[in-house]
């Protein structure tokens, strides 16, 4: 007869609250069009860390965070905000432009450089509840009359929606 022992799982629920914060990765794909044949997609991953206000804060005008070491990849050349990209892989950073203004980078993946950056134009909606983890999402948004596709970047008080066209 085997005997249960409860002290590996004491351990190791035990001292899960001990952990700083749970990082988890998140990818979201989004097709254009139904059939896993068609290159009509695109889909971005991150890591969802929490947003820190101080350190958010502190990052000087110009330059820029890695949003979760986030990549952006799509399977054919599209717009986004009113930047024309090529199908390929992209990492994605938010830059802080001024105390309260953000913008979307796009860097392709091999030849990350200031030289390289790609701007993409987006709305910053700021004031918003706090959102205290980085959320990016690719969705639809608006009314049965107006709807569009957005690449939105959500993190703090802050929601960065920029427009997606194939």
Same mark, same amino acid.
């Given at each position: 007869?085997?005997?249960?022992? *409860?002290? !590996?799982?004491?351990?190791?629920?035990?001292?899960? *609250?001990?952990?700083?914060?749970?990082?988890?990765?998140?990818?979201? +794909?989004?097709?254009?069009? +139904?059939?896993? /044949?068609?290159?009509?997609?695109?889909?971005?991953?991150?890591?969802?860390? *929490?947003?820190?206000?101080?350190?958010?804060?502190?990052? *000087?005008?110009?330059?820029?965070?890695?949003?979760?070491?986030?990549?952006?990849?799509?399977?054919?050349?599209?717009?986004? $905000?009113?930047?024309?990209?090529?199908?390929?892989?992209?990492?994605?950073?938010?830059? +802080?432009?001024?105390?309260?203004?953000?913008?979307?980078?796009?860097?392709?993946?091999?030849?990350?450089?200031? /030289?390289?950056?790609?701007?993409?134009? $987006? =709305?910053?909606? /700021?004031?918003?509840?706090?959102?205290?983890?980085?959320?990016?999402?690719?969705? !639809? =948004?608006?009314?049965?009359?107006?709807?569009? =596709? =957005?690449?939105?970047?959500?993190?703090? !008080?802050?929601?960065?929606?920029?427009?997606?066209?194939?």
């Amino acid at each position: 007869m085997k005997t249960f022992r *409860p002290l !590996p799982l004491i351990l190791l629920f035990g001292a899960m *609250p001990c952990f700083s914060h749970p990082h988890f990765f998140k990818e979201v +794909r989004f097709a254009f069009e +139904r059939g896993s /044949d068609t290159d009509q997609w695109i889909s971005v991953s991150h890591i969802t860390v *929490p947003y820190n206000e101080i350190a958010a804060g502190s990052l *000087p005008s110009g330059e820029s965070w890695h949003l979760g070491f986030a990549t952006l990849k799509t399977g054919t050349k599209m717009k986004i $905000g009113s930047t024309e990209i090529e199908a390929g892989e992209y990492t994605l950073h938010a830059k +802080r432009e001024s105390e309260s203004d953000w913008s979307l980078l796009l860097l392709p993946k091999g030849k990350e450089g200031s /030289d390289n950056q790609i701007h993409l134009k $987006g =709305v910053l909606i /700021d004031g918003l509840e706090n959102e205290e983890h980085l959320t990016i999402e690719i969705h !639809p =948004v608006g009314d049965k009359e107006h709807t569009q =596709v =957005v690449l939105e970047v959500r993190f703090g !008080p802050y929601s960065i929606q920029a427009p997606i066209e194939k």
